[in-house]
C-alpha cells in the first residue's frame, strides 16, 4: 500500500535528543567476536549457508529454547532468559499468545527507524483499506504524542500495557550480555529489539531476523540495527514461522 500523500505526517519535524539509557546489564554486553575456526558444508549455499555461518560464528552445540513472554516485563524476560541459560539451551527465540496493538507496535519501529507512520505501515491480505487508514491515523497519532521518548527509550516500551515489548527488551539485553544467540520474528519482537538496540548498539550483533518480509516495519526495523533480514520467505508473519523454518535448518545441518 502506497500513501505518498501522507508523507508531510512527520512525527519528528525537529531533532530529537540523542541519549541512551546506562544499566549494569547493558554495561555487560560485548560485540559478537565471530568463531571463525569451522567450515561450512559444500552442498550448503546461499541463504542457507548465511543462517548456517551466522550461527557458527556465534555458538557450537546447538539446543535451542522457546521462550514464553509474561506479562511481567522487563525484569521477567532477564530471568528467563537467564535461567534457559543456566539450563544449558544455546539458541532462543521467542512465543507469545498475546496480542499486542499493531499501532504502538508501528509507533515504535517508526520512531526509532526515523521513518513516518505511512512508511512502517503494511496492509495484509486481511486488512481492508479502512482497517488500514484507522490503523495509519493512530500510529500517527501515537509517534507525535511520544517523539520525546525517543531518547529515553524503555518509556517506549511501556506504551504497551500488556507488558510483552517490556519483556522482550529484557530478554534480549539479558540474552546478549550472556552472549547467546536470538532468532527475531513477530513484528513487536523487532519493536522491543530496536528499543534494545538503542539502549546499547553492541547488543544486536546476538541477533537475525527469522525471514525477510513484505512488510515495511520488517524492513526498517531490520535495516536500522543491521542485522541479518533472514531467510528469502517474504512472510508477513507475526507467529514466528520464520524463526521456526530457521531453527529447524539449523537443527537439520549441525
Known amino acids: 500500500m502506497h500513501l505518498p500523500f501522507l508523507s508531510k505526517l512527520s512525527a519528528y519535524p525537529e531533532s530529537v535528543s540523542n541519549a541512551s539509557e546506562n544499566t549494569g546489564l547493558?554495561?555487560?554486553?560485548e560485540s559478537c567476536i565471530p568463531n571463525t575456526t569451522f567450515s561450512v558444508p559444500e552442498r550448503v549455499t546461499g541463504s542457507l549457508a548465511e543462517l548456517l555461518i551466522w550461527?557458527?560464528?556465534?555458538?557450537?552445540?546447538?539446543?535451542?529454547?522457546?521462550?514464553a513472554i509474561s506479562s511481567d516485563g522487563f525484569d521477567s524476560g532477564i530471568a528467563s532468559v537467564d535461567s534457559a541459560v543456566d539450563s544449558g539451551f544455546t539458541l532462543l527465540s521467542f512465543h507469545n499468545?498475546?496480542?499486542?496493538?499493531?499501532?504502538?507496535?508501528?509507533a515504535i519501529v517508526g520512531l526509532l527507524t526515523r521513518k513516518d507512520a505511512w512508511q512502517v505501515t503494511h496492509q495484509g491480505p486481511e486488512m481492508s483499506d479502512q482497517q488500514v487508514m484507522k490503523q495509519l491515523a493512530e500510529t500517527v497519532d501515537l509517534m507525535r504524542a511520544n517523539r520525546d521518548k525517543r531518547g529515553n527509550p524503555r518509556d517506549l516500551a511501556q506504551l504497551d500495557s500488556t507488558g510483552t515489548i517490556d519483556f522482550v527488551v529484557g530478554a534480549l539485553l539479558a540474552a546478549s550480555a550472556r552472549k547467546t544467540p536470538v532468532i527475531l520474528g513477530a513484528t513487536h519482537e523487532l519493536a522491543a529489539a530496536l528499543i534494545a538496540h538503542r539502549m546499547c548498539i553492541k547488543a544486536s550483533s546476538w541477533w537475525r531476523n527469522g525471514a525477510t518480509s513484505p512488510d515495511r516495519a520488517v524492513g526498517q526495523a531490520v535495516d536500522r540495527m543491521g542485522i541479518p533480514v533472514g531467510l528469502p520467505l517474504d512472510l508477513s508473519d507475526d507467529q514466528g514461522v520464520g524463526t521456526d523454518i530457521s531453527v529447524d535448518l539449523l537443527s537439520r545441518f549441525t
Open 26 to 29: 547493558v554495561d555487560r554486553i
Open 55 to 67: 550461527w557458527m560464528e556465534r555458538g557450537s552445540e546447538l539446543r535451542p529454547k522457546k521462550i
Open 97 to 106: 499468545n498475546t496480542a499486542v496493538d499493531p499501532a504502538i507496535v508501528r
